[in-house]
């Protein structure tokens, strides 16, 4: 698999591990597997787990800003109160031989 996309998939704590796991195992195949998430941080624990839980996965983890995406002016459609982040995660080399376990 070459990407995989994800909006507000990360909510809870107990989920997390699991979608790495999907995640890593879809991409491990491609020599350039990518991972776009959109996340919006609801919980700091989850995020924090998230994040911890990325790197002993083996991703390394891009964030991207809005602007290089959303057209400027920014659509009312696309507007939030809470803060909406894309993070791009990519397997290091030596994880992609790492075993998954399910």
Request: with cysteine; glycine share 6%; hydrophobic share 40%.
């Amino acid at each position: 698999c070459d990407v995989v996309l994800g909006a507000d998939v990360v909510c809870w704590p107990r989920l997390v591990e699991p979608l790495l796991q999907t995640v890593r195992a879809l991409l491990r195949g491609s020599a350039d597997g990518v991972f776009y998430c959109g996340f919006v941080s609801r919980s700091q624990l989850t995020e924090r787990l998230f994040f911890e839980k990325s790197e002993r996965f083996g991703f390394v983890i891009r964030e991207h800003t809005l602007e290089s995406f959303l057209p400027d002016p920014v659509p009312e459609a696309c507007r939030s109160n809470m803060e909406l982040r894309v993070l791009e995660l990519r397997l290091k080399n030596d994880a992609r031989g790492a075993r998954d376990v399910f």
